[in-house]
């Protein structure tokens, strides 16, 4: 830090203690929000407070074992935050307790300290594993320093072009003369993908699976999850309540109308599995989770990339999830790490180490990804 930053801290406060946050704090903290992220700044101050109470007080996955935290100057002032949400996992037939960390900021002028006593503060806790999946830089940086590792196969994201001419088209953002170009292409790209989805030698063809979708319910979905739970471990473990209660706060969030969730049967009625996602009728429809047994992923995802191209979508996109990264491959996905990584800390070597080699089943769902979309709403 440089003499006139330091200065400014000791002008501010001196960096005090770290504690709980609790709802007398939203007021406070959704300000630092403002100061910290400045295209937050457009918001009004009643809806910063109304999405931190949302995330991280009103919803069943608070716990006040592993509570958000502040950090407080010498005379009282928050100037720092990290957000925490509880989960449970199901890992060797027992459950262990996740901390899910997102929103670490500090205030400008008291950066240094403050973030390593907060994040080390989170790290610290009673958790048996810490998973971060949209960290910022600099809680990529002080995490790594303390200890967290990048799950590598979990870190990649995916993206399966459904028209491919017109998804390459579509990356071409910048412009006025580029823009053009995509507009003049258009007609020739649609004409192109036409015939890449029906010519079956094409490694874009799409056909109809014959498979059906019915409305996935939180109670069918914690079913498939238990049982899923079989073959992946560490895997999510959720009670009815709280899963319908995320669905829904889904659904109702900044893109509401177009969450869709589907339970996947064959044309036998047999259960492949299911997906939640995002639909988007004229550009890439986003995953939120998909799961079956690894013998039916295959079946599950031409069925999704069926279901996408018939809403007109141009492609669709997730995060992968390891136990079926060879059947994503192998279904003409291109990957890459344009994303965040997803870092995770644990005690135990053995739960870290079977999260780093691919046997793990987290998703979007689990992780900070949902804090981070709910609070956009």
Partial sequence: MSFATLTRAFIRGRVGQIRPATLDDIPQVAALRSRVFSWRQKDSAAARETALQRVFFGNPFHDETLPSLVCENDRGGIVGFIGVSGRSLRWQG???????????????????????????????????????????????RLMEHLGGVTAPNDSLFWVRPLRPVRYMVGQVRNGG???????????????VDALATRYAQSPFY???????????????????????????????????????????????????????????????????????RFINRH????????????????DLLDHVFWAAWQEGAVAVSGR???????????KGCVFSTNGPPVLIHSRHAELLRDVQQGRAFLSRLE??????????G
């Fill in 94 to 140: 027992r459950e262990v307790r996740a901390a899910v960390p997102t929103g670490f900021m500090v205030d400008p002028d008291s950066r240094g300290m403050a973030g390593v006593r907060l994040l080390r503060r989170l790290l610290d806790g009673p958790q048996d594993i810490t998973f971060a999946d949209s960290p910022n830089q600099t809680a990529r």
């Fill in 367 to 376: 992780g900070e990804w949902w804090m981070i979309h709910l609070s956009e």
């Fill in 283 to 298: 550009g890439t429809s986003d995953v939120v989770q998909m799961g079956a047994r690894k013998e039916r992923y295959g």
């Fill in 206 to 276: 799409l056909k109809d699976p014959g498979s059906r979708e019915e409305p996935l319910t939180a109670a069918e979905l914690v079913r498939c999850l238990t049982e899923l739970g079989s073959a992946c471990s560490p895997s999510p473990s959720y009670a009815e309540a709280a899963l319908r209660w995320l669905l829904a706060s889904l659904a109702r969030g900044p893109r509401a109308g177009a969450l869709r969730q589907a339970l996947v049967r064959s044309s036998t009625g047999e259960v492949i599995g299911w997906y939640i």
């Fill in 320 to 330: 992968v999830q390891p136990p079926f990264l060879e059947t994503l491959g192998q």
């Fill in 177 to 191: 003369l580029l823009f053009s170009a995509r507009l003049l292409a258009r007609p020739v790209a649609s004409a």
